[in-house]
């Protein structure tokens, strides 16, 4: 099966804050890349999980390891996935201050080059 991806992924492993409608839920990331992010469901109400669906809006905030920028971003669930457990969503940013997708860049580059 051939990968969608444009973008390199990398690892990402830290806590950040998923709006569902103005309100904040913790989260935990695995990877990023310049296009998005994985988001695991950590702490949310079982009636905004199951409403979750493929094309739904939410935001992000979080920081990248070694940063004190707080990033904010909007991204859109492409990919809704069950793994035993977990659930677990791919988003797509689809709004994120530049400075915001220079630092995502920055990260993802220094990454593949380690």
Known sequence: MASCRKNPRV???I???KFIEGTPY???????SAEGMYVGVLIEPELAAANE????VIGLQFQLPGTEEVIYAEGEVVRSQQKKRAKGYGVRFTHLARRHQQLIEQY???RVAA
């Not at 669906?53 to 739904?56: A, K, L, S």
């Open 11 to 13: 690892a990402l492993d």
């Open 108 to 110: 993802v580059r220094h």
């Open 53 to 56: 669906t493929d094309g739904q």
């Open 26 to 32: 913790l989260c935990r990331t695995t990877d990023i």
């Open 15 to 17: 806590f950040l804050n």
